[in-house]
C-alpha cells in the first residue's frame, strides 16, 4: 500500500524528501498554485492528482518517475493540456511547461526540442534561418506530444507525419531511467514512440527535420451558411486536382457572437476552406481558384505569407477553454458522404457543434516513414472531425449523440482507424485500439509490457492490451 494514499503523516516526509530531490516546484492538493499548476487548455478536463511535479529538467522528470513507482503510483504528463482527455487522478502528474529549450542546427537542419516547448515557440527559433517544423494548425500546441501521436497540420501532404521525421527521442522510462532512442540505440523503442505516444515514458526532448520553408501561399476563405453545400461539394471534386505541395481543409463553423471576431463573422454560421500551397503565389491562385468561385467569400485572407504566420490559416483557439472533440477517418469522400455530412451537421440543423472539420489527406501521408514507426491511418483519403460546442454541461450525452449522428450518417466511407490525436473523447480500450492494424498493435502492447510492465503510464490515449489469448 502507498504510504502517500493511506498515511497523511507519510505524506508530508515522502513530498519533503521529493522536493529537496526536484528544482522545479513540487505541490499538493490545497497548496498555493497547485490548480494553476495542473490545469491546461482543456478546462473540461479537471485533473486531481495525488502530487504535482513542475519539471525544471530531465533529472526532476526521473525523480517523479521513481517516487511514483515506489509508491505504486500512475504517472500522468501534461505541457499545454491541449490534448487533455482524461482526469489524471490518483497520479502523480509531471509538468513539462518550464522545460521550453529549442536548439537549432541550421546546417544539419535539425531542431532540439525540450518537453514543453510550443510550435510557436519552436517556430520562432527556426524562422531566422528560413526553416520550418512540421508543426501542427495551432502553433500553442505543445511539440512533443503532437509528434509523437503522428502530427499532421497545414504542410503534411508534402512532407508526412511529423513522426516520421523524428531523429532523435530522450525518454524517461518506467524504472527512472533515461534513455536515448533512435534508429540504431533502443530502436524498439524509438519505433513504439512514434505512434505510441505516451505510453512507454516521459519523452524530455526529442531532435526532429526541418525544411527549407520560409514562406508559402496559403490562409483561409470563408463563405455564407446559404454557400455551405455548393463549397462543400467543390471541394471534393477539387482536392483530386491538388498536387502534394497544397495540403487543405474545410471546416463548418458556429461561430459566438464575440466582439473579437470580423463583423462579417460574428454569430454566423460558415464555411471556413483552409489552403497551404509550397510553390509560387501564381500558381496557387491558379490552383485555387475553383474554389474561389465556388461561393460568395466573407472573407479571403490566401496570399503570400511567412511560415511563421501559419496559425493564421486554422485561427485555432489560443486561450484556456473547454473542448470535447471526436474524429473518424475517411477513404473517400463522395456526393453521398457530402451529403450526410450536411444532413447531420450543416446549417439547416441545430446541434452543438463549433466546429466540424474535413482534412484532406494522401500525398506523402500515405507513404511509409523513411524509419519505420507505429504511426496509424496512412490509408485514409480524409479525416472528419467533430468539436462540441464549449458548454461542458452537453459534454455528457448532448453533443456525444448528435456526434454520433454524424459518425453513424458516414459510417459506409469509414476506414474504421483513426489518427491517434484526433481520438478525443474516444478513450475506451477498443475505441483506441481502432488506431493501429492487428499487428502494430500487438507489437506495441508487447513493447509494453516491456518498458512499462506496471501501467504506471495508463492516462489519455494509452496502448491498450491485448484480449488474453492475443
Given at each position: 500500500?502507498s ?8 505524506v ?5 524528501a ?7 516546484p513540487?505541490?499538493l492538493?490545497?497548496d ?39 509508491h ?5 504528463v ?26 537549432v ?17 519552436v ?5 531566422q ?17 503532437y ?39 533502443e ?24 525544411f527549407?520553408?520560409?514562406t508559402?501561399?496559403g ?60 510553390g ?18 466573407l ?15 486554422h ?12 474524429g ?11 451529403d ?17 472539420e ?5 500525398g ?6 523513411r ?23 452537453l ?14 450518417a458516414?459510417?459506409p ?5 483513426a ?12 475505441q ?14 508487447r ?24
Amino acid at each position: 500500500m502507498s504510504v502517500i494514499t493511506d498515511d497523511p503523516a507519510g505524506v508530508s516526509r515522502e513530498v519533503e524528501a521529493l522536493r529537496q530531490e526536484v528544482a522545479g516546484p513540487v505541490l499538493l492538493p490545497g497548496d498555493e498554485g497547485f490548480a494553476a499548476e495542473v490545469s491546461g487548455f482543456n478546462v473540461a478536463t479537471r485533473h486531481h492528482p495525488v502530487v504535482v511535479v513542475g519539471a525544471m529538467g530531465e533529472g526532476d522528470v526521473q525523480a517523479a518517475v521513481r517516487f511514483a513507482a515506489r509508491h505504486g503510483l500512475p504517472v500522468a504528463v501534461q505541457a499545454t493540456g491541449h490534448g487533455a482527455a482524461t482526469a489524471a487522478d490518483g497520479a502523480v502528474m509531471i509538468t513539462t511547461r518550464r522545460m521550453r529549450a529549442v536548439t537549432v542546427d541550421p546546417s544539419a537542419r535539425t531542431a532540439t526540442i525540450a518537453a514543453g516547448a510550443t510550435w510557436s515557440e519552436v517556430i520562432e527559433r527556426t524562422a531566422q534561418y528560413g526553416l520550418a517544423p512540421l508543426s501542427g494548425s495551432a502553433p500553442g500546441v505543445g511539440a512533443v506530444g503532437y509528434t509523437l501521436g503522428g502530427g499532421i497540420g497545414p504542410i503534411s501532404r508534402t512532407y508526412g507525419f511529423a513522426a516520421d521525421h523524428v531523429r532523435e527521442l530522450t525518454v524517461v522510462t518506467a524504472d527512472g531511467h533515461a534513455r536515448v532512442a533512435d534508429a540504431t540505440r533502443e530502436p524498439d523503442l524509438f519505433w513504439a514512440l512514434r505512434g505510441g505516444k505516451g505510453s512507454f515514458g516521459v519523452v524530455t526532448s526529442m531532435t526532429v527535420d526541418l525544411f527549407p520553408v520560409a514562406t508559402l501561399y496559403g490562409g483561409g476563405i470563408f463563405f455564407p451558411a446559404e454557400d455551405a453545400a455548393g463549397v462543400l461539394h467543390a471541394y471534393r471534386d477539387w482536392v483530386g486536382t491538388l498536387p502534394e505541395t497544397t495540403t487543405t481543409s474545410v471546416a463548418l463553423l458556429r461561430l459566438p457572437p464575440l466582439p473579437e471576431l470580423p463583423p462579417e463573422l460574428r454569430g454566423r454560421f460558415v464555411a471556413h476552406l483552409r489552403f497551404a500551397h509550397l510553390g509560387e503565389a501564381q500558381e496557387g491562385e491558379r490552383l485555387l481558384a475553383p474554389m474561389r468561385a465556388a461561393g460568395r467569400p466573407l472573407i479571403d485572407t490566401v496570399n503570400r505569407m511567412p511560415f511563421a504566420a501559419i496559425g493564421s490559416i486554422h485561427q485555432d483557439p489560443e486561450g484556456p477553454m473547454p473542448a470535447w472533440d471526436r474524429g473518424a477517418l475517411l477513404r473517400e469522400l463522395t456526393a453521398d458522404t457530402v451529403d450526410a455530412i450536411l444532413a447531420t451537421a450543416g446549417p439547416d440543423v441545430e446541434v452543438p457543434f463549433a466546429v466540424v472539420e474535413l482534412r484532406h489527406l494522401g500525398g506523402a501521408l500515405a507513404r511509409p516513414a523513411r524509419t519505420e514507426n507505429a504511426v496509424g491511418g496512412r490509408d485514409a483519403a480524409f479525416s472528419l472531425m467533430v468539436i462540441g460546442a464549449p458548454v461542458p454541461e452537453l459534454f455528457a450525452a448532448v453533443i456525444p449523440a448528435a456526434a454520433g449522428a454524424v459518425f453513424g450518417a458516414v459510417e459506409p466511407w469509414l476506414t474504421g482507424g483513426a489518427l491517434l490525436n484526433f481520438l478525443g473523447a474516444e478513450t475506451a480500450p477498443e475505441q483506441i485500439a481502432r488506431v493501429w492494424t492487428r499487428p502494430v498493435l500487438s507489437r506495441l502492447a508487447r513493447l509494453r509490457e516491456v518498458y512499462d510492465p506496471q501501467r504506471m503510464f495508463r492516462f489519455g490515449h494509452a496502448v491498450p492490451d491485448l484480449p488474453e489469448g492475443d
